[in-house]
């Protein structure tokens, strides 16, 4: 009973008190157009990203959160990728879609620093299942309004400066609009509770010798109701085959995070373990990715043999 009342309060918090607005990442680091639409087409291949995450796991009816990404380059300046999401807390689920293009700046005859200009498009459904809640007032108006099947069209916007392989940083916005506006019934108002969010993220990449590398990273978010995060992280990679590391969540959790990669496959894998008062109640949070990589520009970018099928492959030693 104890634990059914906590998430009943974290759900209603986290749909109508605005404090949580947007899908928790711990490996954000490693899919950067979650935050940022104009990271779309910033990396030499094209990325199909997918994502599971289980908050507070051990507590029963907890958040998880599943994506599907992909984004890559149209032309020698576009970028253009799409999101799909389905965050869901309980009785409430949050699902939507992210449609994201972007320009890219040169700015140096090597072109090797670029600037990305992005914008998207996303449509969002929020519920309730009204069936999984029970209240003391028969139809509760601040339950009854959560349910519904709207589809809230709104705009994100993003500029993100990256040197390939070395350094990134960004700043975007999302929920521009704060629409009010169901997308089959546009002469209807209805009730949104997804205010304006805003990230700041950047990363530099230190070489350590020949076959080590150290990449520190940092997030900050907050939304117009004065709420913030901050994410802090640091990353050791061997061989650019595989990496540890670990992140501090401001008030939040102590995130550690491992991956490798497989020629065109990248996985990887981050658990928090929690430091706020929930730690009284869930073992911690987990979440995977797994990544393939497809269409290098460069064949020499992925060191795959089934991608340079024409051509003699000799192992390296």
């Known amino acids: 009973m104890k634990n059914i009342l906590l998430l009943t309060g974290l759900f209603f918090v986290a749909v109508f008190g605005y404090t949580q607005q947007l899908t928790l990442n711990s490996l954000y680091l490693f899919n950067e157009t979650i935050i940022n639409p104009a990271a779309a087409g910033s990396k030499e291949y094209i990325p199909i990203h997918t994502s599971f995450r289980r908050q507070w796991a051990g507590l029963a009816d907890a958040p998880t959160m599943q994506t599907v990404t992909a984004h ?12 799909l999401y389905n965050d869901v807390a309980g009785p409430s689920r949050r699902s939507g879609i992210q449609i994201n293009t972007s320009y890219h700046l040169r700015l140096d005859k ?19 299942d009204v069936n999984k809640i029970n209240t003391y007032l028969p139809d ?24 390939t392989n070395k350094a990134f940083f960004g700043i975007s916005a999302h929920n521009l609009v704060e629409s009010r506006k169901d ?37 900050g978010q907050a939304i117009e109701t004065l709420n913030y995060q901050v994410d802090a992280t640091g990353l050791l990679i061997i061989k650019d085959l595989m990496w ?71 192992p390296k030693i």
Not at 140 to 162: E, I, K, T
Not at 192 to 208: C, D, E, M, Q, S
């Open 72 to 83: 890559g380059y149209a032309g020698k300046r576009m970028g253009i990728g799409g999101v």
């Open 140 to 163: 509760d108006p601040a339950v009854a309004r959560g349910f519904n099947n709207q589809m809230v069209p709104d705009l994100n916007a993003g500029l993100y400066y990256y040197n």
């Open 183 to 219: 997308l089959y019934r546009f002469d209807e108002i209805v009730y949104n509770p997804l205010v304006r969010t805003y990230y700041v993220a950047g990363g530099y990449t230190f070489n350590i010798g020949n076959n080590f590398k150290f990449r520190a990273m940092a997030l």
């Open 244 to 314: 540890l590391g670990a992140s501090y969540r401001h008030q939040d959790a102590i995130v550690f995070l491992g991956g490798i990669q497989l020629g065109a496959l990248k996985v990887g894998y981050a658990y928090d373990f929690t430091r706020s008062e929930l730690m009284n109640h869930a073992t911690g949070s987990h979440e995977v990715f797994v990544e393939i990589q497809i269409f290098p520009k460069n064949s020499q970018t992925i060191d795959v043999p089934w991608l340079k099928r024409n051509r003699i492959y000799s």
């Open 110 to 128: 090597e072109d090797k620093n670029r600037l990305g200009m992005g914008l998207s498009m996303s449509l969002s459904q929020n519920t309730i």
